[in-house]
């Protein structure tokens, strides 16, 4: 008998943790960071102690009370015989997400990760530039050990002493021995990272016979998979049908057709948009950006989301439709050179990498981008300053301080990234805009409005395309596929699928449903 739980992602968006059984031993689909639930305790100067392992999250509920998690993580005061063991033969990761990947690192060492190719290189190339401890160590970690005079801590071993240890990975795809020796690649310390094992999807044997199909999604390397055991499965991962890549999940919903169960995404269905539902396609972000920069008099900056890769190359693009050079930071840089050892394309041979003012370099960056055999090539701030006009720089929010080296006195600022939907965010908004107004800098993609005496933002249709799939989108691959049962996830508005779908079935987290 199969059987599917939702443990996380039944009502918010992201966190998915999607477990499912056959004859007693099962797969998850995803096990994710739920931001929502950490954004109730949490925030940028608070956050889980990393010294207490797993204590705190599970204390919080902000990951399953389940008996599957690395033993050096779990503290001398928290048990977790009590709670339920489960047989995981697996975890198939969708995409490289914090809120798909990101408790993965707390589970057990044994379970094996599915992903395709480009997810474990980002995997790696993420974890690599990231300063967090926890979490993101998926790609490899570093056991700890118990306090010596307080085993309620859990503390990093000394460095002569360790060594990090990677992961076992099934890719679902054909990789080159590249893509082997990038994941055991020292890029964090001088601590070697002992190999783990790497083969294709095909070798690996669980309860379901797995199928991977590459999906278009605002991330390279995003995966929907078909699970055929008693009972055919499907699980869209975030998907969407109006980016490059929208043939490939065509092809997935044309191989899913007739499943006994959709697992099915629904970011979207959240939103208030009306039937119409606005459909801004990549091509329409470069129209409508190439437009901007065209006209620009001055420095170009061009904001994105991290890790959209698809977007950094549409401004490649513009940059050279435009006579300009394209500038990125060194993490940017890293995770192409992370994705080249997937394709072996390419990507920073026509581009600068911004020569950020710094104490020093990252480990990463000295090590391992300076040491490519490559010719990177490097820029720094007082010659932007020389000859704005000639730059296109890609810069987040988090970058701005950097504007004080560069000291543009005009020039264009494009948002092409995600709408702010918490109050938060609206105030980084407003933060922004200072800066801007303060450089000279014009911004397009989003306006501040007066609300009700309060200032906030307001988005600019055209200028970001989402990464998920629409309500008209949604129903289109729900009619195609006609499966007996639909289970919604990551929404925050599974009802719509119930109102739409008299065959919907609305999972609480937690919950188990017994095909």
């Not at 008998?1 to 099962?26: F, P, Q, R, V």
């Not at 095909?202 to 390279?220: G, K, P, R």
């Not at 490559?374 to 010659?383: G, N, R």
């Not at 000279?440 to 249709?461: A, M, S, V």
Request: net charge negative.
């Amino acid at each position: 008998m199969t059987s599917i739980t939702i443990y996380d992602g039944a009502d918010t968006i992201g966190g998915n943790k999607i477990y499912l059984e056959e004859n007693e031993k099962g797969v998850f689909l995803d096990f994710g960071m739920n931001f929502k639930k950490y954004g109730v305790f949490y925030e940028e100067f608070l956050k889980d102690r990393v010294i207490r392992g797993i204590h705190d999250l599970i204390y919080l509920d902000l990951i399953p009370k389940l008996n599957i998690y690395r033993n050096d993580l779990i503290p001398s005061d928290v048990c977790l015989s009590s709670f339920p063991t489960l047989n995981v033969e697996a975890v198939l990761l969708s995409h490289a997400h914090m809120d798909h990947f990101g408790n993965i690192g707390f589970l057990n060492k044994a379970y094996p990760i599915v992903a395709s190719g480009i997810s474990l290189a980002l995997l790696k190339g993420i974890l690599d530039t990231s300063q967090m401890k926890l979490g993101p160590d998926v790609a490899f970690f570093a056991e700890r050990i118990e306090g010596a005079n307080d085993k309620t801590r859990v503390v990093s071993q000394k460095k002569e002493h360790s060594k990090f240890l990677s992961r076992n990975f099934f890719c679902t795809d054909d990789f080159f021995p590249s893509l082997e020796e990038f994941l055991t690649l020292q890029s964090r310390s001088t601590k070697p990272i002992e190999r783990g094992s790497l083969n294709n999807i095909f070798s690996l044997s669980t309860q379901f016979d797995i199928e991977a199909f590459e999906v278009d999604h605002s991330i390279y390397g995003s995966t929907a998979y078909i699970l055929r055991g008693s009972k055919n499965i499907a699980y869209t991962g975030d998907f969407r049908l109006h980016g490059k890549r929208a043939e490939k999940s065509k092809e997935f919903i044309n191989r899913s057709k007739e499943v006994d169960v959709l697992i099915i995404e629904g970011t979207r269905i959240s939103r208030n948009e009306d039937d119409k539902d606005i459909n801004v396609s990549e091509n329409d972000v470069y129209e409508n950006c190439l437009d901007v920069v065209k006209e620009a008099d001055g420095l170009a900056i061009a904001d994105f989301s991290a890790r959209n890769l698809e977007r950094l190359e549409i401004f490649q693009k513009i940059a050279d439709e435009t006579s300009r050079e394209l500038v990125i930071t060194s993490k940017d840089a890293y995770l192409l050179y992370a994705l080249e050892q997937v394709d072996h394309i390419d990507r920073l041979e026509h581009i600068l990498l911004y020569d950020k003012i710094r104490e020093r370099n990252d480990y990463w960056e000295s090590h391992i981008l300076n040491t490519a055999k490559k010719e990177l090539q490097y820029i720094d701030p007082t010659s932007i300053n020389h000859n704005l006009e000639k730059y296109l720089i890609c810069f987040s929010f988090f970058d701005m301080n950097n504007l004080l080296d560069i000291k543009p006195d005009k020039g264009c600022y494009v948002y092409s990234s995600s709408e702010a939907f918490e109050e938060e965010s609206e105030y980084d908004f407003l933060r922004l805009y200072n800066w801007l107004e303060y450089f000279g800098l014009e911004p397009h993609g989003f306006n501040l409005i007066n609300d009700n005496g309060r200032l906030k933002p307001e988005f600019i249709e055209g200028f970001h395309a989402s990464g998920h799939a629409s309500k008209n989108e949604i129903r289109e691959t729900i009619q195609m596929i006609n499966p007996d049962i639909i289970i919604p996830v990551h929404t925050e508005n599974p009802g719509w699928f119930k109102k739409e779908f008299n065959n919907t079935f609305l999972l609480k987290n937690g919950e188990k449903l017994q095909l």
